[in-house]
């Protein structure tokens, strides 16, 4: 964080020679995660039980490569993890933008070290490395339904897929401050990268459902599964908002952006900070309403830059005579229906538990009549 810190400072100077040393700073930040990650996997290798994550997932007796996936079944390693993938993405965009360090590529890098500097803090929130005063000798294992495979590829295909949306995000908030047009070819890349690994990861996770954790079906409307598909929806609408916007005079497509970002926020603190009961989630920290009020935060700032810029948000222009253009109109619609369904599913509990101390999750019937109606006017677009 230090460095990451010192990093914003250096590009937030105007002195161009002094500038130029902040990409060095930003390699001993990225191989300083990298050592971080590292370090924290090797406690679970050498069975370091006075470490609390280790001795809660993981044991003498269980393989080399359980031990690996181990270090991101807590809240803080997995929290880690993804500060990991974020730090990854950060540094190759860093070394992108110092090839060509005008505005729009210096703010970029300000704000994409700027959230991989918050989420090194929720891990310091969750703390990843606490021990505790007398070592166990023996740890407590892993649950056996994470021994599986698909405990080693889900959690980081779809931390990947948050890592990206986030450059993305980044992108957009550049080119609004700016007011240069969006680096296209790399938004794209990122957009796309991100969409095809969530999708991947949400695949994953319907089958690691149906094939070990017995629950009956692919899907079960869990909270946080619920969650996962909206940034997925709000990144389907992104890439057909061309096709019905007709020009680039509205804010439609970063909206979209903006919405997925927030609700990579919004998952994170379900997961990271227990706000929800989920078979997904971690222990209760108080990582989850700083996730919020950050969510809040670059949600204000979004607005701030929107009206700087004088657009509006939508101004969709289609022509209505064209069959496809129309379809295309519906399907988004639709998609953002269901998109609004599932969002007031999964934000339902959490407006509900101050008022009451009894639990409250909406049925598996509310989400299946709630989308039906949008899913099937889905069907004649496609």
């Excluded at 990409?23 to 990225?30: D, E, T």
């Excluded at 969409?195 to 994953?204: D, Q, V």
């Excluded at 989308?371 to 069907?379: A, N, R, Y």
Aim: aromatic share 18%.
């Amino acid at each position: 964080m230090i460095f990451l810190v010192f990093d914003f400072l250096l590009l937030s100077r105007k002195n161009t020679r002094k500038r130029k040393s902040t990409f060095y700073v930003s390699v001993v930040a990225f191989f300083v995660i990298i050592g971080t990650y590292l370090l924290f996997v090797q406690h679970f290798l050498v069975d370091d039980f006075s470490i609390v994550e280790v001795y809660s997932h993981s044991s003498s007796s269980l393989p080399f490569v359980s031990k690996v996936y181990a270090a991101w079944a807590g809240g803080g390693g997995s929290l880690l993890l993804l500060t990991l993938c974020l730090g990854v993405v950060y540094f190759g965009f860093r070394v992108w933008a110092d090839r060509e360090p005008e505005e729009f590529q210096i703010f970029s890098g300000r704000v994409m070290g700027i959230i991989t500097a918050f989420f090194l803090l929720m891990c310091i929130f969750k703390n990843p490395f606490a021990t505790f005063e007398i070592a166990p000798q023996e740890g407590g294992g892993l649950n056996p339904a994470l021994q599986t495979p698909w405990m080693a590829v889900h959690p980081p295909i779809v931390f990947i897929a948050y890592a990206f949306l986030a450059l993305a995000f980044v992108l957009v908030l550049a080119g609004m401050r700016t007011g240069k047009q969006t680096e296209e070819k790399l938004l794209k890349l990122s957009t796309r990268l991100s969409w095809l690994f969530f999708t991947i990861g949400i695949a994953l996770g319907g089958l690691w459902a149906y094939e070990v954790l017995g629950w009956g079906g692919y899907w079960s409307w869990d909270p946080i599964e619920t969650s996962s598909l909206l940034p997925w929806f709000a990144l389907t609408v992104f890439f057909h908002f061309d096709r019905i916007q007709g020009t680039r005079r509205a804010l439609s497509r970063e909206f979209m952006i903006l919405l997925a970002f927030d609700d990579l926020i919004f998952l994170s603190a379900l997961t990271r900070g227990v706000l929800l009961m989920s078979v997904h989630a971690y222990a209760f920290s108080p990582a989850g309403p700083v996730l919020l009020l950050f969510a809040l935060g670059v949600t204000l700032y979004f607005f701030y830059l929107q009206r700087k810029t004088g657009k509006n948000l939508f101004q969709l222009n289609y022509d209505k005579t064209s069959t496809e253009a129309v379809s295309t109109f519906l399907g988004v619609l639709a998609t953002l229906a269901v998109f609004i369904v599932c969002f007031v599913g999964v934000a339902a509990p959490l407006v509900h538990s101050p008022f009451t101390t009894e639990p409250f999750t909406p049925s598996t019937g509310f989400y299946n009549i709630g989308t039906l109606p949008f899913v099937l006017t889905l069907l004649p677009p496609s």
